[in-house]
């Protein structure tokens, strides 16, 4: 039998008869490699994926997202939506029915308390916690009865899917984290390391950046699951030698986030021991205009902000014409191979969201140039295109990255084609993305004119990540650099339709509403140039079962279903 | 020789402090941001909280007053905690770990032992491999077997870990199956046959390891065996009839060894400071793994501590060779 109908019939089995299969801890070890290494297995303590989805082999949230971005409930008995009366028709509460009869894997019984107080530990002043934005909003959690939970928000949540749901906020224990609250937090090593929780596995050791080993729940709530009896999970080395390790030498059954070049992970797969996967989110490689000027002969206090618009970004038939001159199947085919896919969204999925739009598609290197001709941006001697004075020539910067620096030559070399010239710029991703206000390298100080460089929003709502692009919202001095509207976009018809969306429950209407929005970011005034729908790429061994690929969620939300096949 | 050692040992105090300063300055004048890691999904609000939850928002001069104290201070006291079960440093805040927010120290003593096994192993495989062929070399100069081992000498000089690595791992893990290309870290040595799999899973890594160590310790072995093969008393040895074996190994090694072994022992913090590519490829979880990761996190607290570290054991050994070469050298006296 083919591999692919024997994983087919594997998913499919394993959704609908997940009983039929062995019993717990009868396929001995699985083990998985992750090349960035987990330190802690407190998701609210750090904000870093690989702790976030480690540490979703042992804390739960109430519900998960599923691989197609549906919610599914996990401690909770059921979704609460306003049809089924767990939402309140003005959609200020949340009210969440455990599943009766759960128990930690110390055997004490999951409560309402224990809910109430995962939200108390997060929202703490002095805690830091880094999943805090999840309960943005939130007013009180109080318990009901012993397995009802009713979360209040101090204005109607057209998504109360914030706190609880996904695996940024699992549900821990009370018992365990009690004196760990606020600045108390740092002192509980042990039970970072090792949280009480609901999951599928317990852990047995905990080496920060290196491995964690576990062993199945006794008290998981499925009797026959999971079905192995141990977990190896280890940390750290490089993408390369993660797929080696699952698709060459066999060492390990699952390999996360494999970010390689398509021709490297097809030469792994001919090692015959595991196959490659992927599934696609909402990830997009973008190109963000800087509308602002950030010329270095400017002040500190006037460089890169609202105060000097850019002197040639400003004018949309330049950012059109730069947007035009890019070939991005050709882009995908070298940086993704099947992990990515050319796009013109902003918002790719889910469905409802995604405008669809495929003008950006085609080169069209000509019609740049006519339209920068007509613009009246004149080709000087040198070949460059000037109007008054103020000429095409674009600083433009990325983090380092082999797939980044190949993107930023072929696409240098495009513009060059319709008389713009591009100086190339890398910086590295800690410098880069972090958020240092005295260092003049971020990306949020955007000391460059065109910025390159993926996001992504959780789970499946993408209100918030719209809403970034509010004015005033931009890193600004004031702010200390602060602020997530990177290129500074303002438009006040885009304000009101923010504060729309935040009104509306409507599914139909938030869907009409992000699409017009992300299509006037994207194809009405090229502010954000979009260009890879970016896929994740995971691998598991040929002998494990059960495996199927979530971006919307932890990746190893279904943990509990694999299985060895023999 | 003792007034020497003990003024030696007092100006080390200041030139540590110094040190340290030094690391903290760059570390924090460097741009760089713990946060930098966290999703851009995390809005920069939280981003904020997080980094005065790390105490990040203090005055320059108090972090580092503060890690004085917790290194020089608070740490001895839970070294000395643990061993004679007292309670000197109950309630106390420790150097904590940005990344893992927990003890660093517990993390380098849980890292230490990896560290030594491997990168110390290739060490003394190293020397052992290195002086036989150093000596040889020098003795039959120019013969075969010196231009060879200066070919492959040369090339182990040359040819960075982060090549011979995944080298050695496509060929021996790859191709022949014969080794793991991973280190388990897990793996606890209980009978013969556990510790076959360990001698085996720290075939690679040492394997790479030493041979940069060999390359540099057996050119530095035959150079000074050379300088010393001509020298007057190697023929007055061996007009006096002595055998040839007792001329080169007793006579010509005895003093070719004194520069050998100062670099020997200069090279000891190495083993400490770890091997951070090689653990990085291998995914020994060691000393210079830690302190990478440390790095890329930006988790400065853990890359002042082990840096510091680092910086005290080569002003230790730096001492150390200093006093082995009096000794091994009567005519050098510091007095």
Request: charged letters at 20%.
């Amino acid at each position: 039998m083919k591999i692919k109908s024997l994983m087919m019939g594997a998913v499919a089995a394993c959704a609908f008869a997940p009983a039929s299969f062995a019993e717990r801890g009868s396929d001995g070890n699985v083990s998985i490699i992750y090349w960035q290494a987990p330190s802690i297995l407190n998701p609210y303590l750090s904000g870093g994926t690989k702790d976030i989805e480690s540490s979703s082999l042992v804390i739960e949230p109430l519900g998960r997202f599923d691989q197609t971005g549906a919610m599914v409930a996990y401690l909770a008995e059921e979704i609460p939506t306003v049809a089924n009366g767990g939402v309140s028709e003005d959609l200020t509460s949340i009210t969440w029915t455990l599943k009766s009869g759960l128990v930690w894997s110390d055997g004490s019984a999951v409560t309402a308390a224990d809910v109430k107080f995962t939200a108390e530990y997060c929202m703490h002043p002095e805690g830091g916690c880094a999943q805090l934005a999840k309960f943005d909003g939130v007013t009180s959690v109080d318990v009901v009865d012993d397995l009802t939970v009713k979360v209040s928000f101090n204005q109607p949540k057209p998504n109360p899917y914030g706190p609880f749901v996904g695996g940024q906020t699992p549900i821990i224990q009370k018992a365990q984290f009690e004196n760990c609250m606020g600045a108390a937090a740092p002192n509980c090593t042990d039970e970072n390391f090792g949280p009480i929780g609901t999951g599928p596995f317990v852990v047995t050791e905990f080496r920060p950046n290196d491995v964690i080993q576990m062993e199945a729940n006794d008290n998981y709530r499925d009797a026959s699951k999971p079905a192995f009896a141990t977990l190896t999970f280890k940390g750290g080395g490089d993408a390369m030698a993660a797929g080696r390790a699952v698709m060459e030498t066999g060492e390990f059954d699952y390999a996360w986030n494999l970010q390689l070049a398509p021709d490297v992970i097809a030469k792994m797969k001919e090692g015959g021991k595991g196959t490659p996967i992927s599934g696609f989110g909402a990830l997009v490689e973008r190109l963000e205009m800087n509308m602002t000027d950030p010329s270095p002969d400017l002040d500190a206090d006037t460089r890169a902000t609202r105060k000097a618009p850019h002197p040639f970004l400003s004018d949309i038939n330049v950012r059109k014409a730069l947007s035009m001159a890019i070939d991005r199947p050709l882009l995908v085919e070298i940086g993704y191979g099947p992990a990515g896919r050319p796009t013109c969204d902003l918002v790719p999925a889910p469905a409802i969201y995604a405008t669809g739009n495929t003008d950006c598609l085609t080169q069209d290197i000509a019609g740049a140039n006519a339209l920068l001709d007509e613009a009246g941006w004149a080709r000087g001697g040198d070949g460059i295109r000037a109007k008054d004075g103020v000429r095409l020539s674009i600083l433009y910067q990325t983090s380092t990255n082999a797939v980044r620096q190949d993107f930023q030559a072929l696409i240098k070399e495009w513009w060059g084609q319709i008389g713009v010239e591009t100086e190339l710029r890398n910086l590295n991703a800690s410098v880069f993305f972090g958020g240092d206000p005295g260092s003049p390298d971020t990306f949020q100080k955007f000391y460059a004119d065109v910025e390159m460089y993926a996001n992504v929003f959780d789970g499946t709502d993408p209100q918030a990540y719209l809403a970034a692009y509010r004015c005033g919202n931009e890193p600004k001095p004031e702010s200390q650099w602060q602020g997530e509207n990177i290129n500074r976009f303002c438009d006040p018809e885009y304000d009101k339709m923010i504060d729309e969306m935040a009104r509306t429950s409507d599914i139909n209407r938030r869907g009409e509403l992000g699409r017009m929005m992300q299509s006037m970011l994207t194809n009405q005034s090229y502010t954000i140039v979009p260009l890879v729908d970016r896929g994740r790429i995971s691998a598991h061994a040929n002998s494990l079962g059960g495996v199927v690929l979530n971006t919307f969620d932890s990746e190893l939300w279904n943990v509990a279903d694999w299985y060895r096949i023999d | 020789m003792l007034t020497f050692t003990i003024r030696r040992l007092l100006i080390s105090i200041p030139t540590l402090l110094f040190i340290s300063l030094v690391i903290f300055l760059l570390l924090n004048l460097a741009p760089n941001d713990p946060m930098a890691q966290v999703p851009l999904t995390v809005p920069p609000e939280v981003k904020e909280k997080m980094r005065e939850a790390l105490g990040l928002g203090q005055p320059l001069y108090i972090q580092f007053a503060k890690w004085l104290m917790q290194f020089f201070w608070i740490e001895p006291q839970v070294l000395v905690d643990h061993y004679f079960g007292t309670t000197f440093s109950e309630g106390d805040l420790r150097v904590i770990s940005w990344q893992t927010r927990s003890p660093v120290m517990d993390i380098v003593i849980q890292r230490i032992p990896q560290t030594l096994w491997v990168v110390g192993m290739s060490y003394v495989v190293g020397i052992l491999i290195a002086l036989p062929i150093g000596i040889y070399s020098a003795y039959r100069h120019y013969s075969v077997f010196d231009q060879a081992g200066t070919f492959i000498t040369m090339i182990g000089y040359s040819i960075p870990p982060f090549f011979t690595g995944p080298l050695v791992i496509v060929i021996f893990a790859v191709q022949l199956g014969w080794l793991p290309s991973t280190y388990d870290t897990l793996h606890q040595v209980i009978d013969w046959d556990s510790f076959v799999v360990q001698l085996q899973q720290m075939v690679l890594p040492v394997m790479v390891l030493a041979l940069q160590t060999t390359a540099q310790i057996s050119r530095y072995m035959r150079a000074s065996m050379l300088d010393n093969l001509n020298q007057d008393y190697v023929r007055t040895a061996r007009a006096k009839g002595l055998s040839e074996w007792t001329v080169v190994m007793v006579h010509v090694l005895r003093n070719s060894m004194i520069p050998v072994v100062t670099v020997i022992a200069l090279g000891l913090p190495a083993i400490f400071g770890g091997a951070i590519i090689t653990e990085q490829i291998f995914k020994v979880n060691g000393i210079g793994q830690q302190l990478i990761g440390a790095i890329y996190a930006n988790d400065l607290p853990t890359v002042q501590t082990l840096t510091f570290i680092f910086a005290f054991l080569i002003v230790f050994f730096n001492l150390i060779a200093d006093i082995l070469y009096g000794l091994l050298d009567p005519r050098i006296r510091y007095d």
